[in-house]
């Protein structure tokens, strides 16, 4: 910068953001400094500018060469002060690496792993200032070395979804061999880039990097199961409150993988320490960290397909009264359960059963549509004198909605529906119900819902034969769902306003349970009695009858 001349003036439009003009004997140029971290700068400028006699210099005139997209040239400080590395990099993990300058083709070596941890409280600051990269030399791959190389960061920063960071190595002095330049990238962060010099500029996607490294995360510490979980809980499971996360539970441990994006994934591993009563305390390990630290999970016993939990805080000490103590779960007067859904449900009985017409309202109202496609032929064209909002629950079972948003009501003159060809829109089965916070609530399945599978019903009996319900926008329960919530600020989609309507023929009787005992063995058919014709009732049958209720007139009496 010396032999640039004097700057004559100066541009911040914001606090990591400079741009100046220099003038070296009329010779005027642009240079714009960018403040990535306190230890590096980088910098753009543009060559020599020369204006017209009497031309004042502005920056309009004198850094319009200066382009968005220019290369950088990356500045580091000779005295540096590591920083703090876990927003740079955190966690163990195994690795394989290409080095296209070296050899051709990728060296995997079990052995060679990236070790990043940080330890809270820690007196000394130079243990969570530093990473350590081991290479590891792979057989039949000449150019590959076994090392060791220990880094201290310097910080990081972001361009779009990159992330750059930087650090150097304190057992090099070589200047320009001590300084290098990472990139991680926030769609895929399972792949890390590395510079071979002491520049950020060629680093453009971690893929094409001079040095790439593919990222395996491995756990950094075993933790001995003291307790088991109930039995009924092992197996597959979704959580609908953590972006419906993969959720596997064996007797001492659960494993929770969740995915924020289409292609990254994250993974926590809970193991059961200590129960009390209904709450367990647990370590967790995370695949991005290195230290352990412990939550506690109240769980209520499971039922149909569902368990309901709620989690505390999460602490670094070990102690069962801290860290389940009924003040470490969130959320004080206004809470509720969280869910787990068994992955592959088998549908209950419906806790609201009938035949019903409603009026709906909300932002996604239920609409017709042909489930499978279009028909292989056309259906015949059917005359309705009515049509009407259906909602049934008619089969033998009654473990399976129909909804269909235009239902042909008219019959002919036996009493049988008129239209028998037309499909309902929506078919879904139930999962669970249970009642909390006095409300009913309802879980069921649409394998053909594209947004999401699972969806959650608040309901509540308005009279004997009227039923209102919502429709929630996910899986997820909202604290603020209510049966009549109808928009998406109360984490639902349409609220139904149903009447019960059963006709002669239609054999589908009406059933209502709110729920308050989720775990009471219901009978899952519906019985159907069959009345003969008065003619041919036999004797017997009729003094069968009549004993029966003698019976039952004399035992009332005591």
């Known amino acids: 910068m010396s032999d640039r001349g004097i700057c004559i003036d100066v541009q911040a439009p914001t606090k990591d953001n400079f741009t100046f003009i220099f003038d070296n004997r009329g010779c005027l140029s642009c240079v714009r400094i960018l403040v990535r971290t306190v230890n590096i700068l980088e910098k753009a400028e543009t060559s020599c500018v020369t204006l017209k006699q009497g031309e004042r210099p502005t920056f309009e005139n004198v850094c319009k060469q200066l382009k968005s997209d220019q290369q950088l040239v990356t500045m580091f400080s000779e005295t540096p002060t590591p920083v703090n590395c876990r927003a740079s990099l955190e966690g163990v993990w195994k690795f394989s690496y290409q080095r296209r300058d070296m050899f051709t083709g ?275 064209n059917v005359y309705c004198k009515e049509n009407i909002s259906d909602f049934s629950v008619c089969d033998k079972d009654q473990k399976r909605i129909a909804i269909d948003a235009v239902y042909c009501l008219s019959v002919n003159r036996f009493g049988q529906p008129v239209d028998i060809y037309s499909e309902p829109d929506y078919i879904m089965k139930c999962v669970g119900y249970w009642r909390e916070n006095l409300r009913s609530y309802l879980i069921t399945m649409d394998e053909e819902d594209a947004f999401s599978q699972y969806r959650c019903w608040v309901y509540q009996r308005a009279d004997l034969n009227r039923i209102i319900m919502s429709y929630s926008v996910g899986a997820f329960c909202n604290l603020n769902q209510e049966m009549d919530s109808y928009n998406y600020t109360q984490g639902a989609v349409v609220s139904l306003a149903m009447t019960e309507y059963e006709r002669e023929r239609d054999d589908c009787p009406m059933f209502f349970d709110d729920g308050t005992n989720p775990w009471r063995q219901v009978d899952q058919s519906v019985t159907v009695f069959t009345f003969r014709n008065a003619a041919a009732i036999r004797s017997t049958d009729i003094l069968s009858l009549i004993v029966a209720s003698i019976s039952v007139a004399f035992l009332t009496r005591f």
């Open 106 to 380: 990728e060296c995997t070596n079990n052995d060679a792993n990236i070790t990043s941890c940080q330890v809270p409280g820690s007196q000394f600051n130079i243990q969570n200032e530093q990473f350590t990269i081991n290479y590891r030399k792979c057989q039949g791959m000449d150019n590959t070395k076994d090392g060791d190389v220990v880094y201290s960061c310097l910080g990081q920063w972001f361009i779009d979804k990159n992330q750059f960071f930087a650090a150097f190595n304190s057992r090099e002095s070589r200047k320009f061999e001590k300084y290098r330049c990472f990139l991680k990238n926030r769609d895929d962060d399972l792949y890390l880039g590395g510079s071979l010099t002491a520049d950020c500029g060629y680093l453009k996607t971690p893929q094409e990097s001079p040095e790439r490294f593919r990222l395996t995360p491995v756990k950094a510490e075993v933790v001995t199961p003291g307790c088991n979980l109930p039995q009924n809980f092992s197996g597959q499971w979704i959580n609908t409150a953590k972006m419906d996360a993969d959720v596997f539970i064996n007797s001492t441990h659960i494993m929770e993988t969740w995915r924020p994006d289409q292609h990254r994934y994250r993974r926590h591993v809970y193991v059961c320490l200590e129960q009390r009563d209904s709450r367990f305390m647990m370590a967790r390990l995370g695949v991005d960290g290195c230290q352990k630290d412990y939550i506690c999970w109240d769980f209520v016993p499971r039922h149909h397909n569902i368990i309901r939990f709620r989690q505390g805080i999460v602490t670094w000490k070990s102690d069962f009264h801290t860290v389940c103590s009924w003040k470490a779960f969130p959320g004080k007067n206004a809470w509720k359960y969280d869910l787990l859904i068994t992955k592959v449900p088998v549908a209950i009985r419906c806790p609201v059963a009938g035949k019903f017409r409603f009026d709906q309202r909300g932002d996604i109202p239920f609409e017709t549509r042909i489930r499978g496609g279009v028909t292989q032929s056309p259906r015949p």
